[in-house]
């Protein structure tokens, strides 16, 4: 006899909430936030670059866990902080922010977000990034 646990809906690591981030012609991150069968949640970061030449898209992934986001969000804070200051301290990074939206009454506009409850969005389908 197999064993069958009905006491729990079937979950494949849901996914509550995802944010894409186009990154020039042919790079594109997504931040997805998911559940896992425990109630409880992780974020994947994912760098989908087009191929040269070819067909399809080259991805990679990073599975980020809550125990680690303060360390994450540190480290990496302070990596991008050391190029800025101590490398790079007379670049103009923000001349890099034209495809952000335009900020109304000193207020930053409404992030773009896609709840993955709704039907009628969904942040993989366009052209650019082909089925996973």
Do not use: C
């Amino acid at each position: 006899m197999a064993y069958e646990n009905n006491q729990q809906p079937e979950r494949n690591m849901d996914g509550i909430y995802s944010k894409r981030l186009k990154a020039g012609k042919r790079r594109t991150y997504f931040f997805d936030v998911k559940t896992t069968r425990g109630n409880d949640y992780f974020i994947t970061i994912t760098e989908s670059k087009k191929r040269n030449n070819e067909d399809g898209y080259d991805r990679h992934k990073i599975f980020l866990y809550k125990e680690d986001f303060n360390k994450f969000l540190a480290a990496l804070t302070e990596a991008i902080n050391y190029v800025k200051t101590e490398l790079m301290p007379d670049f103009d990074f923000d001349a890099y922010n034209h495809d952000q939206p335009h900020e109304k009454n000193n207020r930053p506009a409404e992030a773009e977000t896609t709840d993955q409850t709704d039907d009628s969005a969904d942040e993989h389908s366009s052209e650019e990034v082909d089925s996973w």
